[in-house]
């Protein structure tokens, strides 16, 4: 069977964009693949993060996936800081990576642009390399992304075929997973930008766990255009274009299928239409979120996750050690 890693960082509530770009894939998908998906609390650190918070947030974030109907019998969940082999085969790759390649990389100019004051951490200029040591691990066949994190899979791609050029054969290539419809689920209230779990206001983001009323709310309240056809543009009209997009996606069919479902709707229609959708398909997964929060299933689930994902990870790094040479003759 093929593999399949993929992981979300616990720096804040998930948003509706995590679970489109990100779990609902996961979930989608692991009848096809072994999958690994982790909690990634190492590049969580890679911008500053309160102690408490985080232990909140790692827990909670399991229990999501969980709640997506990510299967434990299926699926390699565990905490990305309990296996030190990530940080090993980063630091090897590390070595590997040329300052220009980082250099290119536009999350961290984004990331390091909002962090100026307080000082950039080395970590986050290196976060790409982390995340291909995640993949190369495991020799993982796919990894299902959102679109912001596809140069990520790209540079991680290069790193494999430099090493395996340098060294022989040691990892495999993996391939991206994007999904063709909310690739990139926008602000609701700024649709050229991101829906991002860190947002300084979340008028315009749909937190996972939101009150029902209040997701509907925002929905309603979403920025749209001066006209009244329900049309996809992302250029012209990125606002409604973000709704069909999200209508799509959630009711697995096309954007062409979208228009035409609402070509004699107006706007507060649609909305209404988007609200209905996105509550059907959260409401459920948060009744389930709420009996899982409180019990004792997260840890074995993360038990159950480490006891398989070591020693896989330690043979691969060992394996790494002797083509280069580490380690005692
Ligand atoms: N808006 C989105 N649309 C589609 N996919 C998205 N993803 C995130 N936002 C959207 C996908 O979710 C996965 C996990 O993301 P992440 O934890 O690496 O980070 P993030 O949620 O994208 O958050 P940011 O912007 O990096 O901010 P912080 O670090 O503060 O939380 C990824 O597959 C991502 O593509």
Known sequence: ????????????????????????????LQNEYESFIFVADLHAITTPQNKKQLQKLIKELVALYLACGLDSSKNTIYLQSENPYHAHLSWVLNCHTYLGELNRMTQFKDKAAKLKKEGIPAGLYTYPVLMASDILLYDADVVPVGDDQKQHVEITRRLAERFNNKYGSTFKIPDVIITSTGARIKDLQDPTKKMDKSSVSDKGVILMLDP???????????????????????????????????????????????????????????????????????????????QIINSNIIDDILNQGIEKALPLAKAKCEYVSKKIGLGRP
């Open 212 to 290: 029902i009323e209040s997701i509907k709310q925002k929905i309603r309240r979403a920025v749209t255009d001066n006209d009244s056809i329900i049309k996809f543009d992302e250029k012209n009209k990125p606002g409604i274009s973000n709704l069909i997009n999200i209508y799509a996606n959630l009711k697995d069919i096309s954007i062409k299928e979208t228009e035409e479902e609402f070509k004699k709707a107006n706007y507060g229609d649609f909305k209404e239409a988007v609200a209905n959708l996105v509550t059907e398909v959260l409401k459920p997964i948060q009744d389930k979120y709420h």
């Open 1 to 28: 069977m093929k593999k399949l890693i993929s992981g979300i960082k616990p720096t804040g509530q998930l948003t509706l964009g995590n679970y489109i770009g990100a779990i609902k894939q996961f979930v989608k």
